[in-house]
Structure formats: structure tokens, C-alpha cells
């Protein structure tokens, strides 16, 4: 008997992701690689170009989030995908940076269109007790693409004598296979309620302001986001360190099977446990990665800190998702997501700046952005375990 949380619009938006990320982390470990070595560009382009690509994802989420709340869900989901798969043309076709920075952002803000419509359609098709484990599961199939992804790009280039622009004009074809299978995605009329609590189809959602305690838990992750580069800058420092770009890969096999593995876990547990201390053990896993790669040498120590690292996102991303669904109504959970998720993105585009501008200025290349953000993530956990009654919310 299939559980009662096992929707089927979790089961066909867990496929979408899958598919979906499969083509983008078959993409992304060769763009520090594309980036540096292809095209020559230093380091701060790739900070610049990622941060923007998070950004342009921070500004459609809160947009499409709210309109979202408003309309149908699904045609944001479906274009969504759908710019993500002309994102990843663009930079497969690029021969300077300029063109990969817009085919990120068109990329990114095709996630950004998809993101929070597609949570908010993940969280009605469930119970509000079983939102950890179903976020749980999405991020599991979402993680297990990046497991796919990178075996594929490892393959490519095995077959292709490590071309890499060829390798990458093979995402395009797992980006359209996503966006297709959207189209199975069912959405429920929604209603709200007149003064007498009779049912009336919804045409346009009252504004009413998000609750203080939503943007309490906001604020607090989107404050610890700041610390959390984007991950093309460890896999930059794993290829610095002297490993080859199957290696590379390869370390960014094993941080995503780690982040399949403790996804649903991690979010069945928000669900009987405090979250923020859940999400706490997340950040603990964070900042002994972050610490481990800055101070590690060539050794196999790197891959034992790329599994250590895929514990952050097991323990945060479903998690928060989930935990921030809990603190707004069905009406407003689009607008909310929305909110949430494009602060983190600016908060990420702060993060690619200041950490790829060190990384190029200062002394030993990514040794203090890693060592200070290892720093600063190991106090954000200590902050969550230890006072977690005083971050609102279930």
C-alpha cells in the first residue's frame, strides 16, 4: 500500500528534479574547469558569475512566488524548467565569459520561476505533520540527479578525450525530458473562505503582512546564507589542490550521494525533532568541510570533506523548506517560499563576491574565504542547537 504522504504530484515533481538536476550537475563541475581553463578566465569571474546566477534566482523566486499565490502553479513550474534547459544551450555554446554569465542567469532564473510555485504545490498535496519528510524525499530525488549527472559527465568525457564544451551540449537533453514530464504535474482548484467560512473560488488572495515569526526563521537563515559561497568555488579548491578533473568530478560524486542518502532522513526527523537543531547539525557539517578543504593537502582526506560537506545540504535545504512552509497559510505559501528563497540567493550572490574577490586578492588563494566561512558556520550551529527555543517556529 503506497503511504498516504507519497502524493502523486511529490512523486512526478521528484522525477522533474531528478531529471532536471541530473542535466545541471552534469553541467556544473566542468564550469569552474570551463570557466579557468577553457576560456581563461581567473577566478573572480567565476565568484561573479555564479553569485549573479544566484541573484537573478533570489529576484524570479520572490516574484513568481507571489504571483504564483494568485494564479495556476504549474504553467510557472513548466516555463521554469523550460528556461533552465535554454540556460544550459547558452553555455555549452559560449566562447568568452560574458556568455556563460547569461546563459547562468537565464538558467538560474528559470529556477527561480519554478522554485516556489513547485514547493507550494509539494506542501498542499501533503499533511502539514508530514512536510519534513516530503520535502525529505523531493531533495533525495533532486540529490540523486546530482549523483547521475556527474557519472555521465565523467563518461562523456572519458568517450569525448575530455572535451569538455562537448560533454556539456549533453545537459540539454535531460533538460528538455524535465520540463516535458511537468506536464503531468495535476494542480487542485483552490479556494479560500468568505466571513462564514463557506468555500468561494479564489481569484485574488488578500494581502495581509507574512507573520513575525516566518520572518524571524528568515532572517536567520538567510543571515547564516551569507557564509555559503557556491560550491563551484570547493570544487575550484579541490582542482587546486592538484587533482585532475576526473577527481574533481568524482568529489563532487561522492558530496551528492552523501546528500541523496541523508535527505529523507534528515527530514523526517524535522519533522519529531526541533528543527533548529536539525538544521544545526547541517551547519556542523559545514563548517568542518569548509575548515577541512582550507586546511587539507593533495590527499584522499578531500574526499572523506566533500561527504562531511554533503551532510550541509541533507540537513538544511529540505529542512528549511519544509520548516518555513509550517509558519504560512496555503494562500500566502508561494509568496512565502518566494520570500525566503530569494533572500537566501542574494545572500548567496553576497557570499560568490566577497569569497571570490579574496579568493583572487588575498594570500593563499581559497585557504581564508574557506577558513572564515568554516568559522563563522561552526558558531551559526551553536547558535541553532543551543538557543533554538528562541528561533520561532515548529
Do not use: C
Given at each position: ?70 494564479r ?71 540529490s ?12 562523456g ?20 525530458l ?23 473560488p ?15 526563521v ?29 577527481e ?12 541523496t ?26 563548517a ?52 525566503f ?53 515548529p
Amino acid at each position: 500500500m503506497r503511504r498516504a504522504w507519497l502524493t502523486r504530484n511529490l512523486v512526478v515533481l521528484t522525477l522533474v528534479s531528478l531529471t532536471q538536476d541530473a542535466a545541471s550537475e552534469l553541467l556544473y563541475p566542468l564550469l569552474p574547469l570551463f570557466i579557468t581553463g577553457v576560456l581563461a578566465a581567473p577566478p573572480v569571474v567565476l565568484g561573479v558569475v555564479e553569485g549573479a546566477a544566484e541573484a537573478a534566482a533570489g529576484v524570479s523566486k520572490y516574484v513568481a512566488g507571489r504571483w504564483s499565490d494568485t494564479r495556476s502553479r504549474r504553467p510557472f513550474v513548466t516555463t521554469g524548467y523550460g528556461l533552465a534547459a535554454l540556460g544550459k544551450v547558452l553555455v555549452a555554446a559560449s566562447y568568452a565569459w560574458p556568455m556563460v554569465l547569461v546563459g547562468r542567469v537565464v538558467d538560474r532564473l528559470g529556477k527561480g520561476v519554478r522554485a516556489a510555485p513547485r514547493d507550494a504545490l509539494i506542501a498542499s498535496s501533503v499533511r502539514r505533520e508530514d512536510y519534513g519528510r516530503a520535502f525529505g524525499f523531493h531533495r533525495m530525488g533532486d540529490s540523486f540527479g546530482a549523483v547521475i549527472g556527474p557519472l555521465v559527465a565523467l563518461a562523456g568525457l572519458a568517450l569525448l578525450d575530455g572535451d569538455i564544451r562537448s560533454v556539456m551540449w549533453w545537459a540539454v537533453v535531460p533538460a528538455v525530458l524535465s520540463t516535458l514530464l511537468t506536464l503531468f504535474v495535476r494542480e487542485k482548484k483552490r479556494v479560500t473562505h468568505d466571513d462564514d467560512g463557506v468555500p468561494i473560488p479564489r481569484v485574488v488572495v488578500p494581502r495581509s503582512p507574512l507573520p513575525p515569526e516566518f520572518w524571524r526563521v528568515a532572517t536567520v537563515l538567510v543571515g547564516i546564507a551569507v557564509v555559503n559561497f557556491p560550491d563551484a568555488l570547493l570544487l575550484l579548491r579541490v582542482s587546486e589542490l592538484g587533482f585532475s578533473t576526473t577527481e574533481v568530478v568524482l568529489a563532487y560524486v561522492v558530496y551528492n550521494l552523501v546528500y541523496t542518502l541523508g535527505s529523507y532522513p534528515a527530514g523526517a526527523w524535522s519533522d519529531r525533532l526541533p528543527r533548529p537543531a536539525v538544521y544545526g547539525v547541517g551547519m556542523l557539517a559545514f563548517a568542518a568541510a569548509y575548515a577541512g578543504l582550507a586546511l587539507v593537502g593533495h590527499s584522499g582526506w578531500v574526499f572523506v570533506l566533500m561527504a562531511v560537506y554533503g551532510l550541509f545540504p541533507a540537513f538544511t535545504d529540505g529542512v528549511g523548506k519544509a520548516w518555513v512552509s509550517t509558519l504560512v497559510p496555503d494562500e500566502h505559501r508561494g509568496r512565502a517560499q518566494g520570500v525566503f528563497q530569494s533572500l537566501s540567493n542574494g545572500a548567496v550572490f553576497v557570499a560568490g563576491l566577497w569569497a571570490g574577490l579574496t579568493w583572487t586578492l588575498g594570500p593563499g588563494g581559497g585557504v581564508v574565504p574557506l577558513l572564515v566561512s568554516g568559522v563563522l558556520g561552526l558558531l551559526a550551529a551553536l547558535a541553532l542547537v543551543i538557543g533554538r527555543h528562541r528561533v520561532t517556529g515548529p
